[in-house]
């Protein structure tokens, strides 16, 4: 029996072990690049001038001291978040705050983390939606890996099969 006849079997073995660690490898080291991102939360986000809401937010750090702005120039009292970095707390809206969009953003003091929530106030001339921001993206792209791994595999298998195939004719 020839090498190569000798060494294909394990070759393709080893060949396809590469491409399978190499398929679950990328997504484990995607993770370790992950940083936190707040995300804030407003309980009514059309509120009218004068009412209160309830402003929350997570991700900060254990026990951090939390500012919270309006439009970075109104500012409410600051807020002490939870064991897990979350919060939440009452905010009073000026009577005197004009109708549109207006921005609540919360900060932590000792992280640096920002996370802002835009509002609308109800008013004559608000009719725009209101929009949240600070989302994390959680996943990998696999699915082209993944493909390509599957396609080797594929490969290799009907290398094998005519590999016998040519046996059995010989």
Request: with cysteine; glycine share 12%; proline share 4%.
């Amino acid at each position: 029996m020839s090498t190569s006849k000798r060494l294909r079997a394990p070759l393709i073995v080893m060949f396809g072990v590469i491409i399978a660690v190499v398929a679950f490898a990328i997504p484990a080291t995607a993770a370790g690049s992950y940083k936190h991102h707040p995300t804030t939360s407003v309980s009514n986000q059309s509120p009218a001038a004068g009412s209160s809401l309830t402003f929350c937010g997570q991700d900060f750090l254990p026990g951090e001291t939390v500012t919270i702005t309006l439009d970075h120039s109104i500012s409410y009292p600051s807020v002490t978040t939870d064991t897990s970095g979350a919060f939440c707390t009452t905010i009073v809206l000026g009577a005197t705050l004009t109708a549109g969009t207006h921005t609540l953003t919360a900060t932590g003091a000792t992280s640096g983390r920002t996370s802002s929530t835009t509002i609308q106030v109800l008013g004559a001339s608000a009719s725009a939606a209101p929009t949240t921001s600070g989302l994390a993206f959680t996943g990998a792209n696999a699915i082209g890996i993944g493909a390509l791994g599957g396609l080797l595999l594929l490969g290799g298998a009907a290398m094998v099969l005519a590999g016998r195939r040519r046996k059995v004719n010989a």
